[in-house]
């Protein structure tokens, strides 16, 4: 009688990564085989690849990269990690200011607290191309044959083959560099913030202080809730909101930090398509700035309509942000954005970033 082995479940990237139910589908052996694939992919299309990498908020996040740091350090990539829980742009930042080859992120996103996943990050701290990212898909294998109890982290940060990078410091820093943070502490307008317990809570408290903040403690379970930044989840910020009486306008961003929320002083929540045109209109009017605005076909009409007041050409482009930033990259983009709160500006880097969004509307 023949011993029948299973196919490997087939890894499928999504719009953005591979996610999938942690101890379900999302397991070590299965990062892993991700992990094995991308660096095989790095070796063949880069001469010294190098490798940043970093984990949000979710459950097992740190045993999940460490495991793809083994298969990298197995296959003679050096890392730069971050310690503790960043959140996506970040990773992003760090993979551009480094000069990496590629950024990985451990992160689900907005999807429930049972999820965990792999994103990619191209050298220009913006997603992975699709067709890029479905090389990786193509070459991983049913099983990455390592031992990866045999593989140490420590010998490995002996021989300086991994190292620890402050990415959460390289961000703040971009952000005081960009930003007159004194002119948002001075305005006389009061502020709050509400990181849904996501990985932008530490670094929204070094930007700004001294507003209100709202789930900004660790609680990898989310309180059971999507940390999408959608009205429905977010009540108890828009209740705040109207119990205080005094808030300008409050911030919202989901488990990674890279999509937005937004909340008017009537504690109403703004949809994307409006924080879009917000966004047009003070870049192009007030700040005397150009360039297309690219978003994802599913974005209001309207948006098109302000671009043509302002002159600035438009394109639409199929839901997914890679395929603004694949724009963005090659072209002059002012402004571009997705339904689902993703949005990117010119002067950052090109890759969803709700804390950025919302300091630019600060």
């Not at 689900?108 to 898909?137: M, R, W």
């Not at 009017?285 to 209001?300: D, I, L, P, R």
């Amino acid at each position: 009688k023949k011993n029948y082995i299973p196919l490997a479940q087939k890894i499928k990237f999504g719009t953005d990564g591979w996610r999938a139910i942690i101890a379900k589908e999302y397991t070590t052996d299965n990062v892993a085989r991700v992990a094995f694939a991308t660096g095989e992919w790095l070796k063949q299309n880069f001469e010294d690849p190098k490798v940043v990498i970093g984990h949000d908020c979710r459950f097992g996040g740190e045993l999940f990269m460490e495991t793809a740091i083994k298969v990298f350090i197995q296959q003679g990539i050096p890392v730069q990690y971050a310690k503790g829980f960043v959140s996506t742009p970040m990773v992003s930042l760090a993979t551009k200011l480094t000069g990496s080859s590629l950024g990985v992120v451990i992160t689900a996103s907005h999807n429930p607290p049972s999820y965990n996943g792999f994103k990619l990050k191209a050298h220009y701290g913006g997603p992975l191309t699709e067709d890029k990212v479905q090389e990786i898909e193509d070459i991983i294998p049913s099983t990455h044959g390592l031992n990866l109890e045999q593989i140490s982290i420590e010998d490995a940060k002996k021989n300086g083959s991994i190292k620890e990078i402050d990415m959460e410091t390289m961000y703040v820093d971009h952000v005081k560099a960009n930003f007159d943070l004194e002119a948002i502490k001075n305005s006389g307008l009061r502020f709050a913030y509400d990181a849904m317990y996501g990985a932008g809570m530490s670094a929204m408290k070094r930007i700004l202080p001294d507003i209100e903040f709202l789930h900004c403690d660790y609680n990898p379970s989310f309180k059971g809730q999507a940390p999408e930044p959608i009205a429905k989840n977010l009540q108890e910020l828009s209740e705040f909101i109207k119990k205080d009486g005094n808030i300008a306008c409050a911030l919202a961003t989901d488990g990674d930090a890279d999509r937005i929320g937004l909340y008017n002083s009537k504690g109403e929540f703004v949809d994307s398509h409006h924080i879009i045109l917000l966004l047009t209109h003070y870049l192009a009017n007030h700040k005397k700035m150009t360039g297309k605005v690219a978003t994802a076909f599913s974005c209001t009409p309207r948006i098109n309509k302000m671009a043509a007041h302002y002159g600035l050409p438009t394109e639409v482009v199929k839901i997914g942000f890679k395929y603004i930033a694949g724009i963005m990259v090659k072209e002059d983009v002012l402004i571009g954005g997705e339904e689902s709160g993703g949005i990117a500006t010119k002067g950052h880097i090109p890759e969803r970033d709700g804390i950025w969004m919302g300091l630019i509307i600060w």
